[in-house]
């Protein structure tokens, strides 16, 4: 029988790895908000907004798919704590400097080395939840750490309505700071403690390559996800550009666009958690949120001359949609070997984040020759595509065992 000392300890785990996603979106979702005011504090014009900001989101994310594999495989060569310690150090110290910063290049170098440093909160996060807690609960926590993580949008939102720009980053490098020592309590998952006297490689993301059948299985996680990113990245944060063309009336504002967009999506992460433990079912619960994503990408580009009201509720919509985000990166978790586990739960999401670089180039490619409506509707078909075709290629996993290792 668990006693109360054990689950205490496993809510303070659960509570410290949403805080640690907490961070992540904070910072990730920060530079969408003020992407607008701090490039025109820096003396960019109005026609350079956009391809200066897609140009530094894209560095952020190449930063956190080589953070992700990075950080992944030392969490399964030397443990998933360490990691986590120089993950949020890495982060914290990025966006403390990021405060000072006087030009672009400043802006680029140190948006990519917070992005690499927060690569590794996430999929380690819920490597250790998913490690720890029992199998049938396993997914009760790691939906707590999504539905607690991406509230901090919320606070992204209400620190740069208050504050300039720069006061924001500083305020997420403090952030990152108090958690350091908060996770100096934080034990070691009890499965990699284990893997650790067994003479199996660890951390080797080569072993995918060996086996068609793991190779599979990634690629499907990766390809799951894609359709969040697209959201996220294209139709949330470049909100005030589709406004225009899509002749909303009234004004569109980028940062509350992601405010309500992330609304949605803690409501979604809630209810794709709860939805997967009442179908016993990881992959039903995302094929229904993923229909619920088409609907809503479909629903996006036919709203010719809507209110701002009417977008906003549109941007609330693919939110909630899109809520399936925490357990994909716990199906991810759950597909692979304890020597392998945290490789691939950290660069997972981050390959994923990482495949907005082309997404967003397809994107711009096609916009000078189909128009940004159209342009976007086509990125949007494929990307939809690619996730139904992943989600065929993954394994149900809900109450699998965890206790092995890939060979």
């Known amino acids: ?40 504090d820096m003396g960019f014009s109005d026609q350079l907004l956009l391809a200066q900001g897609v140009r530094l989101l894209n560095y952020q994310m190449i930063g956190m798919l080589l953070g992700g594999v990075a950080f992944g495989i030392l969490a399964d060569k030397y443990g998933r704590i360490s990691v986590l310690f120089g993950s949020i150090l890495i982060y914290s110290l990025a966006n403390l400097a990021n405060a000072f910063v006087r030009d672009a290049d400043q802006y680029i170098l140190l948006r990519f080395i917070a992005g690499f440093g927060l690569a590794g909160e996430l999929g380690v996060g819920i490597t250790l939840v998913t490690e720890t807690l029992s199998r049938h609960r396993r997914g009760i926590g790691t939906m707590i ?15 740069a309505s208050l504050f300039n720009w720069r006061t924001a980053f500083l305020l997420g490098g403090v952030m990152g700071l108090l958690l350091l020592f908060l996770r100096m309590k934080v034990l070691e998952s009890g499965l990699y403690q284990g893997v650790c006297a067994k ?8 072993i995918v390559f060996h086996s068609a059948e793991r190779l599979k299985r990634f690629l499907g996680g990766v390809l799951i996800g894609i359709p969040v990113w697209f959201v996220v990245g294209i139709l949330i944060t470049l909100s005030p550009e589709f406004a225009q063309v899509l002749g909303v009336k009234g004004s569109i504002d980028g940062g509350r666009a992601v405010l309500y967009c992330y609304i949605g999506l803690i409501f979604g992460d809630l209810v794709s958690g709860l939805l997967s433990q009442l179908l016993k079912s990881r992959r039903k619960s995302i094929a229904f949120f993923l229909l619920l994503a088409s609907v809503g990408i479909f629903k996006y580009f036919k709203m010719l001359g809507p209110t701002a009201d009417q977008l906003y509720g549109g941007c609330i919509f693919l939110g909630f ?22 490789t691939i739960a950290t660069s997972t999401p ?8 082309p997404v967003s180039a397809a994107f711009m490619a096609l916009k000078p020759r189909l128009g940004m409506l159209t342009a976007g509707a086509v990125v949007g078909i494929g990307v939809m595509l690619l996730a139904f075709l992943g989600l065929g290629l993954i394994q149900e996993s809900f109450g699998a065992n965890l206790e092995f290792e890939e060979e």
Not at 149 to 154: C, H, M, Q, T, Y
Not at 327 to 332: G, I, K, L, Q, S
Request: aromatic residues 12%; glycine residues 10%; proline residues 2%.
């Open 321 to 342: 949609a899109c809520g399936y985000w925490a357990m994909f990166v716990t199906v991810a978790a759950e597909q692979f070997g304890t020597n392998l586990r945290a």
């Open 1 to 40: 029988m668990r006693t109360d000392q054990v689950r205490k300890s496993e809510g303070f785990l659960v509570l410290i790895a949403a805080l640690g996603y907490f961070v992540d979106i904070y910072d990730l979702l920060l530079f969408s908000i003020v992407r607008v005011p701090s490039l025109k």
């Open 199 to 206: 003479p199996v490689k660890r951390g080797d993301i080569f």
């Open 350 to 357: 981050n390959f994923v984040r990482g495949s907005l670089v």
């Open 145 to 159: 750490v999504g539905t607690v993580g991406v509230s901090g949008a919320l606070l992204a939102w209400a620190v």
